[in-house]
């Protein structure tokens, strides 16, 4: 089946194309520090299978000798459901939680995933930077970059440092995680005027532990810059968006609640400046919050994860 066609119609420009989408979803599993895992899984991969993505990002996907692969439990439970999803691509790095915690279990990995209808040509996975004077979090979660490329499309997935109180840490990682994107993309890619531009921008979607007026957000999105460095991507909510708030990770959510998390906005499809590539490339037309139905639908029912997914649709032209 692979990416939809769908009818656009321009408004201002007066014409009415057919144009080829790209449906992504990034969505944190919590697969190894929240509880209910194999309640959760089935929903995942279900309600994962229904919205019929072309690739998806993944972030706390665990693996160790004595635990499957998370990444890979997701993609075989969206088959069971039918889902198109065929292909895998997985960066872990260690963890070393507190001695028992989850067992003995010493080659234990964290990290993000990305899944495709498309083989994943390749895979890399960056670590990224702190600051000084850490919290005990560092040992809990990883801090990565993982970019996978499929079909021609540059995608990362992403999980930050995740206390509150690590801004300083996340604005560094953003720095990063900006450094690595334009090295990947090579400098073809920053000249809007450059006939060799690659059609399609890159895609950044992750678990962000950040919310919208943060610093590490807003430079981001081109509206501040940081250590003097300015980049922009497109926040596929702000853009396209249903004008609520898209919370993610709240404290009406069953794992959230045991977490006490307040309502945020911490989950993200970015994607690349689209100003003038070929085809209208990157534009992004849609984005909704998905992956998060209770079941059964009540107060002891299991949510998917204690984040819900985003999901993005994306012009993507067809000679990119």
């Known amino acids: 089946m692979g990416a939809t066609f769908i009818w656009l119609n321009h408004g201002e420009l007066d014409h009415t194309a057919q144009v080829r989408t790209l449906r992504i979803v990034t969505l944190n599993v919590g697969s190894l520090l929240d509880a209910g895992w194999d309640e959760r899984l089935p929903l995942i991969g279900q309600q994962l299978a229904a919205l019929d993505p072309d690739v998806v990002c ?9 635990r499957p692969n998370a990444a890979q439990q997701v993609l075989d439970g969206q088959h069971q459901h039918g889902g198109s999803l065929e292909h895998i691509g997985y960066g872990g790095l260690p963890i070393s939680p507190p001695p028992g915690m989850f067992g003995d279990e010493p080659d234990l990995l964290m990290g993000s995933a990305v899944l495709s209808r498309w083989p994943v040509e390749i895979i890399e ?4 930077p702190f600051a000084p004077n850490t919290n005990t979090s560092r040992q809990m979660f990883t801090h990565e970059l993982v970019h996978a490329q499929t ?3 540059d995608l990362f997935s992403t999980h930050l440092s995740a206390a509150p109180t690590d801004g ?7 720095q990063a995680i900006d450094q690595i994107i334009r090295a990947a993309r090579g400098p073809e890619d920053l000249d809007p005027w450059q006939p060799t531009r690659p059609a399609m921008p890159a895609i950044l ?6 919310e919208p007026d943060s610093e590490e957000i807003r430079f981001l999105c081109g509206l501040t810059p940081l250590d003097g460095r300015d980049t922009f991507y497109q926040d596929a909510w702000r853009v396209a968006g249903d004008g609520s708030a898209g919370y993610t990770n709240h404290w009406t959510n069953r794992l959230g609640s045991d977490l006490n998390i307040h309502r945020k906005r911490i989950d993200y499809v970015f994607v690349g400046d689209p100003f003038v590539r070929r085809g209208k490339g990157g534009r992004v037309l849609n984005a909704q919050i998905v992956i998060d139905e209770v079941v059964p639908d009540d107060a002891d029912g299991w949510p998917p994860s ?8 994306i012009v993507w032209p067809e000679d990119s």
Do not use: I, K, P, Y
């Not at 993944?58 to 004595?66: D, G, K, N, R, W």
């Not at 979607?205 to 950040?210: E, H, I, R």
């Open 58 to 66: 993944l972030q706390e996907v665990a693996q160790s000798s004595s």
């Open 306 to 313: 204690d984040h819900a997914g985003v999901l993005a649709e």
């Open 151 to 153: 079909a021609g499309l």
């Open 125 to 128: 996975t960056h670590g990224l």
């Open 205 to 210: 979607c992750g678990d962000f532990n950040a």
């Open 168 to 174: 300083r840490h996340r604005r560094l990682q953003v």
